[in-house]
């Protein structure tokens, strides 16, 4: 079984920074399509961004304020957050897809990001 365990939540400012990290027990990350979700109180869950090894696609909310990236090597997808507003407020999963004979889908247990002052 796939474990999907994220890291780096917690409570920023307005205007602040923060990285989230995911790091997931697998020998074939590379093959993996890995994603950011988040919900916020009474929302449901909606994707952030998503990244492969081609490329990366990302929410309008957070265009040009969020950067996913991967480093295949310690299978660990980041979130980096930047000029972070209250509306950001969630709870962010990480998620992991890989296709291999059939999809196999695995969620985290997710992380809590506060911006508030």
């Known amino acids: 079984q796939v474990q999907v365990v994220e890291s780096g939540g917690g409570l920023v400012q307005p205007g602040g920074s923060l990285r989230l990290s995911c790091e997931i027990s697998?020998?074939?990350?590379?093959?993996?399509?890995m994603s950011w979700y988040r919900q916020a109180a009474g929302k449901e869950r909606e994707l952030v961004a998503s990244?492969?090894?081609?490329?990366?696609l990302y929410a309008d909310s957070v265009k040009g304020r969020f950067s996913i990236s991967r480093d295949n090597a310690q299978k660990t997808v980041y979130l980096q957050m930047n000029s972070l507003k209250p509306e950001d407020t969630a709870v962010y999963y990480c998620?992991?897809?890989?296709?291999?004979?059939?999809?196999?889908?695995?969620w985290g247990q997710g992380t809590q990001v506060t911006v508030s002052s």
């Open positions: 998620n992991a897809v890989v296709i291999i004979g059939q999809r196999r889908d695995y």
């Open positions: 697998t020998l074939t990350f590379s093959r993996y399509v």
């Open positions: 990244i492969t090894n081609g490329g990366t």
